[in-house]
């Protein structure tokens, strides 16, 4: 018993021994926490440098796009093929995801030899190369008539603008195959499969293999949002907010990022824990002075750093007796497993004999201890370098999620992480210390990268048919020029038929005559009560105009005209609209004063002068009854009668177009055409001498021409009916499954509920997706990204073609102003008003584009009116009082 106390004591002391002798000798390989602090520091900045478009060029660590923006949903369905390239083995496989619905992945796969001849060979073998092991694959399992999308897993640093490109950046482990730098790798291996007659396959996707262990440990645990290879070679990705990525264009929702960390250090930002086994190396390999980091970490350097070690060792005498075998000054005889074997808790001592007799040495006990040691130290480096960097990931994962404590998992995958027997719990163990603030769970990925490759693929061929439907339904809003065109001609003939007494009768475009003859000339002046009713508010103004000095001053009052009055009786309306100007005039202490009054009234009106004009019809939800037909100024009259409070002379029913014509005219008098672009759309056109307004939505009226569909041109251009147009396709893509997982909430189903505002605030520039998703979730609809940035679009196609559809019907009502004046180039200024022209981002600017382009001989101002119609009616009114003092005196 003594002599086995004392063998124990001998042993232990000689393992101290020899540890402490191999702890001084690799010093600099020890890694302190201050330091791993720092190196988790330092890599944060190296992902800021890569992520900014300015410094990314110079960056090591490149944190290139991968365009994978979501984790599988579950929805994921259909048979894929996947190629899995980089990692120590070849594989070819068959993915079959979801059968019969039930969420489960079935795979089968081969693998193929990666010979010498062909990762060191060129390119165009290289991808013959693997188009005949997939073609060979297919035939085996008889998948040869079919046509199957595949996604390819290339463990390689490669550039990305789409899913389905990939410009290779450097080869790195094992691989430098010529002629393959810089090129897509996509469209070599897709020209390389083609030669390949009978298969029929389509790349949809290339993923690095970090992100295909990411999504296949996703389709798991769908917090997976960060996936490490500690392989052959190593690497991380993980889940970037898209404000965060300068690269890709958008800022809404996130994008994985592949890191490519191999290559942190290569600017040597790590010179100082690098040693001289480091560098000799790195000297010694495929690519000097790169992936350095990668070579302080994985699998393919390991044995070999633990090899230059013990060769450095015995030539200093440290071991071995200072003897040396040929095996062990050659370069990777030792390999990793040989370094994950002698680690074993209980045979590693056994294994590190047998392993150094192999290579031709004799070792000791002692050598056995120390080099032992020294596999441990080696391996402990690369688990703390790869904890850092991951630290450091997780770290802007919290960051950027704006937490306190980050709850997520990690997906892993590779040979070293997987078979060396204490890699995963050291790492573990040190990324939990450097972040403390982050609950990990770290899930081994049982199938390799290619199940999440086919995952990318699934959800990228989901997207395509999804993006095919959708695109089928946005291009029915896509107006082409000639369409453009074709439209203008129809409402330039529609202009002439209103204006001829032959055709007005069915005419659509009832060019109606105002009765506004004549533009103020400076001279007018006094205090004007207006009316504004029609558009999104009602307004009562007291409008003073100074003459000579072409300025006005004005008082407004806006009040609601309650739907139970826009729907009652005719006498109910106006006496609202007389208690109105009641309110207004005792407000400003005029009740009684006597004025002239313009009414601008904002529906459909044949005129017979400027004080009458019987309404034609209603429009704007107003239904008020015994009106259509009867004249209006006389319906207020009376009203201002019945109430016998006030002096007021109603001397001019205007347009709201009108009046807007006349308030920019005041200012710019070539200001001959007036727009409303708002909740309801119109255009009045001053044609000599008289100024029409083409109530667009005349062609409300029935005519014998269209006896049914009344508003037609302004249900697809104004603002009361965008945002409904947008309900409609919305319900229909989502009755498609291409939105909102189809769930249709109960209040999508609600008419009307999906209001023009929306339009102009999702597709504001400054409104990020989180925003639109918020609009969304106010109508009951949980959203994801995809569905945000679809919606955004189709918000988009509806608004386009409304300012196209307005640009074309301006563009004729120019083109006519032009030609009927005989002039090659027209100089005209378009006053504009509506809350759509003013509020929607890009309305206004497609409007002005699409003039301009089917004008081109008319040289267009858009005067927007700042003061409203209600100043025009002012304006008018007071010409015609000077028109009337004028036939007075004459
Ligand atoms: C298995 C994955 C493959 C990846 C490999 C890395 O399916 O995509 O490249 O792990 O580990 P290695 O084979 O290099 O040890
Ligand atoms: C403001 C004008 C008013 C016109 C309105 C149209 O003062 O006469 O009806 O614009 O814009 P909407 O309010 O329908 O957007
Ligand atoms: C490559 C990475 C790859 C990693 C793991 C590295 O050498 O640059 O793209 O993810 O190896 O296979």
Redesign the pocket.
Known sequence: MFAVHLMAFYFAKLKEDQIKKVDRFLYHMRLSDDTLFDIMARFQTEMEKGLAKDTNPTASVKMLPTFVRAIPDGSENGEFLSL?L????F?VLKVQVAKEGKRQVQMESQFYPMPNEIIRGNGTELFEYLADCLADFMKTKNLKHKKLPLGL?F?FPCKQTKLEEGILLSWT?KFKVRGVQDIDVVSHLTKAIKKHKDIDVDILALVN?TV??MMTCAYDDPSCEVGV?????TNACYMEDMSNIDLVEGDEGRMCINTEWGAFGDDEALEDIRTEFDRELDLGSLNPGKQLFEKMI???YLGELVRLILLKMAKTGLLFGGKKSSALHTKGKIETRHVAAMEKYKEGLANTREILTDLGLEPSDADCIAVQHVCTIVSFRSANLCAAALAAILTRLRENKKLARLRTTVGV????Y?THPQYPKRLHKVVRKLVPNCDVRFLL?E????KG?AMVTAVASRMQAQRKQINRVLALFQLTREQLVDVQGKMRAELEYGLKRKTHSVATVKMLPTYVCGLPDGTEKGKFLALDLGGTNFRVLLVRIRSGRRSVRMYNKIFAIPLEIMQGTGEELFDHIVQCIADFLDYMGLKGAPLSLGFTFSFPCRQTSIDKGTLIRWTKGFKATDCEGEDMVDMLREAIKRRNEFDLDVVALVNDTVGTMMTCAYEDPNCEIGLIAGKWSKLPIDLNPFSYHAVFCNTLVPSQRYPSFPNRYEKMTSGMYLGEIVRQILIDLTKQGLLFRGKISERLRTRDIFETKFLSQIESDRLALLQVRRILQQLGLDSTCEDSIVVKEVCGAVSQRAAQLCGAGLAAIMEKRREDQGLEHLKITVGVDGTLYKLHPHFSRILQETVKELAPQCDVTFLLSEDGSGKGAALITAVAKRLQQLQKEN
């Open positions: 899995d980089g990692g120590s083995k594989r897993t463990s482990k293999d295909g262990t290879i500690i392989g052959t070679g994985s699998g393919l995958d590779g040979t070293l997987k990925s199938s390799g990268s290619t490759a």
